[in-house]
């Protein structure tokens, strides 16, 4: 024992209070004592218990451990001991490539589902650091900034595709310029670039190599595709052909690309159908940097030795239990272990994405701040009128006057709702599902209106004719049959659906040309969705409800209309990820800060 010192001397300072709480309850003691100088001397002997034959309590060793339990908290210590105070601080970013050439056939599908794959399964083994993902394609987009919630990046990671970037191309640069630019505002000195591609732009190869050597971190390559190609073929199903007409095949320069990550200090990993390739990617460790930190990832640190003092602590209380006062406490030690209720650490966003995926939404809607996403929970759960308060704060844009009118719509109100359609049809002539369920209400709204029309053409005739023949039950009877108010387009349209169904959202996958434009130009082309098969659906559709009533009224069978259901909120998460970065583009165009992309793919 070289040294000798006290972690926590603080508690040093309440040994002198023992003393004077010793006195204190001695003090109190004697003063209830006092009450026997009230007895007679000549009753005392008979009636009290002499001091001599009264046993005395042992008071001493309450003090005692009151003693070492201060000594105890004070932290003795003697000697230092070596541990380890090393944590990863690791910080990387995945980068995406979404050019057209993602839609190659040679690793089948396609080289963009395996790269989604692929993506995911690294994802899911990253245990440690923080993870940014950022995806390219004429331009670059943070999709998620540095974060440690691996949820986060899996769902984002299933909705990526070529058709959600505002810009075709293949901008490996700015992919790589805005990746260095998350890892140094986050505060990191070290960390990787994880980049899935399948080639390089010719344009761009020697500024990519030039960027590649200059950053600090290490930048491992993910390739996809053979050096044979295969030709591109869309979402749609069509083949991605030139502006000349031909077929474009895509090959991948795999000795270009292990040129670029030798030139980021790191290593080429080609696609295997196992689990080789996510295996080097996530086991991958720099042994020079984790040697070089060895040294001064350790430090010295005083020993606590007050835990050595526990047992002489638990002595007096075993004594005790000679007494049995102790003995009600030996139950508690069989009790079973509280559960972790690990929910209560959720956040109300996690919590409120938990519920949606059980389908509860109404309770989801309730954890969800005002805005979009609340408003669609509302929608899903059925309460229309909230769901339409919510949809009223938002920005005035298409999008938001179409859900107005579909919450509209549920609740009857079926003039706002065409409005509301019409203005959103106004701000996005494309919107092709307000134009649907626009031609629907007018529909149901002609129908009805011919049907009051008709109604009141029979009652007129049947009120002349009961006129001049008098009164006959069995004519009345009749006509009381031919007079039932038929169902309203209101009450048709709201057993369209028993349930508030899932929006779906149908984009137009065809790739641009070869000469250009910007795809935020063009308009967004979307159909109405079948219902999907797990929800309930109604007996009776608007149509078949207007058909049983034109039947009921001796009018000629009509064809059902061949119009879907009122279209349903979206949120298909890939939507939100066009919008966000078709906005971010937006801005930078407005600052001039875009390159113009020559290649589409």
Do not use: C
Not at 354 to 380: K, S
Not at 402 to 422: D, I, K, V
């Amino acid at each position: 024992m070289t040294d000798f010192l006290l972690l926590r001397p603080g508690w040093l300072l309440a040994l002198p209070l023992l003393p004077l709480l010793w006195f204190a309850l001695s003090h109190f003691q004697r003063r209830q004592q006092q009450w026997q100088r009230l007895v007679p001397k000549h009753l005392q002997r008979a009636m009290l218990v002499s001091p001599q034959a009264q046993p005395q309590p042992r008071l001493w060793w309450p003090w005692m451990v009151a003693a070492l339990a201060l000594i105890a908290l004070a932290g003795p210590s003697w000697q230092k001991q070596q541990v380890p105070v090393f944590q990863l601080h690791q910080g990387r970013v995945v980068v995406m490539d979404m050019s057209y050439s993602m839609y190659a056939t040679d690793l089948l599908p396609n080289r963009l589902t395996q790269a989604r794959f692929k993506a995911i399964d690294l994802i899911r083994r990253f245990d440690e650091g923080e993870t940014a993902l950022v995806a390219f394609a004429g331009d670059a987009f943070a999709l998620s900034p540095m974060t440690d919630d691996k949820e986060t990046l899996l769902n984002l990671v299933p909705n990526l595709s070529p058709e959600i970037m505002p810009v075709p191309g293949s901008d490996l640069p700015s992919a790589l310029t805005l990746a260095n630019q998350l890892l140094k505002d986050a505060g990191y000195r070290k960390g990787e670039i994880i980049l899935f591609i399948d080639g390089l732009n010719p344009e761009h190869t020697e500024e990519a190599l030039r960027l590649a050597a200059s950053y600090p971190w290490t930048l491992q390559v993910y390739a996809l595709g053979t050096e044979a190609g295969a030709p591109m073929r869309a979402s749609s199903g069509e083949l991605i052909k030139s502006r000349s007409g031909e077929v474009v095949v895509a090959q991948t320069d795999l000795g270009l690309l292990a040129t670029l990550a030798a030139e980021g200090s790191g290593q080429l990993v080609t696609y295997d159908n196992g689990d080789d390739d996510i295996n080097r990617l996530s086991q991958r460790v720099s042994s020079e940097e984790t040697d070089k930190d060895d040294n001064r990832q350790h430090t010295s640190q005083w020993q606590d030795m007050g835990v050595y003092l526990i047992p002489l602590l638990l002595l007096p209380a075993a004594v005790s239990l000679r007494r049995h006062w102790l003995m009600v406490l030996l139950p508690l030690l069989i009790l079973p272990p509280p559960g972790v209720h690990a929910a209560w650490w959720h956040s109300p966003q996690a919590e409120a994405r938990q519920l949606l995926d059980q389908r509860q939404f109404a309770e989801a809607a309730e954890r969800l701040p005002e805005g979009g996403p609340r408003a669609d929970a509302l929608y899903r759960a059925g309460d229309y009128r909230s769901a339409l308060s919510e949809y009223r704060k938002l920005p005035q844009t298409a999008q938001s006057l179409y859900n107005q009118g579909n919450a509209l719509a549920r609740l009857q109100q079926l003039q706002p709702a065409m409005e509301a359609y019409r203005q959103a049809l106004k701000l996005q002539p494309g919107l092709t599902q307000a134009r649907e369920n626009l031609a629907l209400l007018e529909r149901l709204q002609q129908q009805s209106q011919q049907q009051q029309d008709n109604n009141q053409q029979q009652e007129e005739s049947a009120s002349q004719e009961q006129g001049g023949q008098g009164d006959d039950p069995s004519q009345e009877d009749a006509s009381a049959s031919q007079h039932d108010s038929p169902e309203s387009p209101a009450s048709a349209l709201s057993n369209s659906s028993s349930t508030p169904p899932r929006p779906q959202e149908q984009r137009s996958q065809t790739p641009p040309s070869e000469d250009g434009g910007d795809q935020e130009d063009q308009q967004e082309s979307q159909a109405a969705p079948p219902p999907g098969d797990g929800e309930a659906q109604s007996p009776q559709s608007p149509a078949a409800g207007q058909t049983a009533q034109a039947q009921q009224n001796g009018e000629p069978q009509e064809q059902p209309l061949d119009l879907k259901q009122l279209e349903r909120v979206q949120d298909d998460p890939s939507l939100l990820l066009r919008n966000k970065m078709k906005l971010e583009y937006e801005r930078r165009r407005r600052a001039g800060k875009i390159n113009e992309e020559r290649t589409q793919w």
